[in-house]
């Protein structure tokens, strides 16, 4: 075997070696640790199989169940592959030098942490727990939020379940941060003020929209009278079409006269 062979072999055992001591700690101390998952198997957990993530953490593996996951009632676990998730260790076993992990309490020790340092206009990286059409459901740094499809892009998005996928990860911005047991001031559906105390959980708005430049900013880029390329995005029967001049970018336009609402 050459020099370099056995420099790289050293350095591989030495990285698992210093891994291995992480997840010791981590056991110990309850100290987060962060992992790829690579591939979902059903194993025992306690006396019955459970579906678990498998976890690669420098070349030691442990499995994340299901259960462990989040509070968040999943579907299925495919969509997770290859995503990287926080976790403590929960139990290692020595003899096979595997360990098992808990995402839930880490993101309960992440939680608290976040309260103490958030400042609004901060930028954190939210993970995608969950995903309707109008709605992100959206793990910050462990703290649930939920963000409306007006604050994810400029452009209009019908449904979001095409555009975002869950376990995907997005950059926000903290619109609004209230600390749990505070009292704050928000706005109702009428656009009234309603005072509430925030719960357990803290309360939270965040926007991607904002990371993102406004394309109105081009709109002096275009002349009246002229013609222009565009992407029709929406037909609407009772305000018209509406057409992309480039993304995020909307205009909207009347049917043409006598067209009843036909094209």
């Avoid at 209009?156 to 376990?167: N, Q």
Wanted: aromatic share 10%; glycine share 8%; hydrophobic share 40%.
């Amino acid at each position: 075997m050459s020099l370099n062979a056995q420099v790289n072999d050293s350095l591989e055992v030495s990285e698992e070696m210093i891994g291995w001591a992480d997840i010791k700690d981590s056991h110990k101390t309850g100290k987060v640790l962060f992992a790829q998952a690579i591939g979902i198997e059903s194993v025992a957990v306690g006396k019955k199989a459970e579906e678990c993530l498998k976890l690669n953490y420098q070349g030691n593996y442990g499995y994340l169940p299901i259960t462990l996951i989040d509070n968040y009632n999943f579907k299925g676990l495919q969509n997770f592959l290859g995503k990287e998730f926080e976790f403590v260790v929960e139990h290692v076993d020595l003899d096979s030098r595997l360990f098992v992990a808990n995402r839930i309490k880490a993101l309960e020790n992440l939680s608290k942490s976040f309260w103490r340092q958030v400042k609004e206009g901060q930028v954190y990286d939210a993970f995608v727990r969950g995903v309707d059409q109008f709605n992100l459901y959206l793990l910050v740094d462990g703290v649930q939020t939920k963000m409306y499809r007006d604050e994810y892009s400029y452009s209009f998005v019908e449904d979001m379940r095409e555009e975002v996928e869950v376990g995907d990860i997005l950059p926000v911005k903290i619109i609004k941060a209230v600390k749990p047991g505070q009292t704050f001031t928000r706005l109702g559906t009428k656009g009234e003020k309603i005072e509430q105390e925030a719960d357990e959980n803290g309360y939270l708005e965040v926007s991607s929209r904002l990371l993102q430049e406004d394309p109105w900013n081009n709109i002096i880029n275009y002349k009246e009278r002229a013609t222009y390329l565009g992407v029709i995005t929406k037909v609407h029967m009772e305000h018209g079409l509406f057409i992309d001049l480039e993304p995020g970018l909307t205009v909207r336009t009347n049917f043409p006269p006598n067209a009843n609402g036909q094209l």
